[in-house]
């Protein structure tokens, strides 16, 4: 099990740019595959982008180009930079992790933080 939180949510004119952190727990951190999804209201969680124990990226085809993501080791945290933001990407933010990365990519993992809100305005 690891435990994670999220930051660094907030309120940002459409354009604008804003960082998630994702703090874990353990010492194993390093082991783990990591994800970004995101809910709207009304709608299902989707995957945002994810990044293996190896550091492998994948990400959903609308952010492709304008998020990032990346991870520090040393610190146990995973980011994601989020640049050119678009109201439609108004949503709550979850981080999640498993040593397991098709569990990650499925989101079946049990490993989830408690969410930061992005408001996007326009």
């Known amino acids: 099990q690891v435990q994670l939180v999220e930051s660094g949510g907030g309120l940002v004119q459409a354009g604008g740019s804003l960082r998630l952190s994702c703090a874990a727990s353990g010492r194993t951190f390093s082991n783990y595959a990591m994800g970004w999804y995101r809910q709207a209201p009304g709608k299902q969680r989707e995957l945002v982008a994810g990044?293996?124990?190896?550091?492998?990226?994948n990400y959903a085809a609308s952010v492709k180009g304008r998020f990032t993501i990346s991870r520090g080791n040393a610190k146990n945290t995973v980011y994601l930079q989020m640049n050119s933001l678009k109201p439609e990407d108004t949503a709550v933010y979850y981080c999640?992790?498993?040593?397991?990365?098709?569990?990650?990519?499925?989101?079946?993992?049990?490993?989830w933080g408690q969410g930061t809100q992005v408001t996007v305005s326009s």
């Open positions: 990044i293996s124990s190896g550091g492998i990226t």
């Open positions: 999640v992790g498993d040593l397991n990365w098709s569990t990650v990519v499925r989101g079946t993992s049990a490993n």
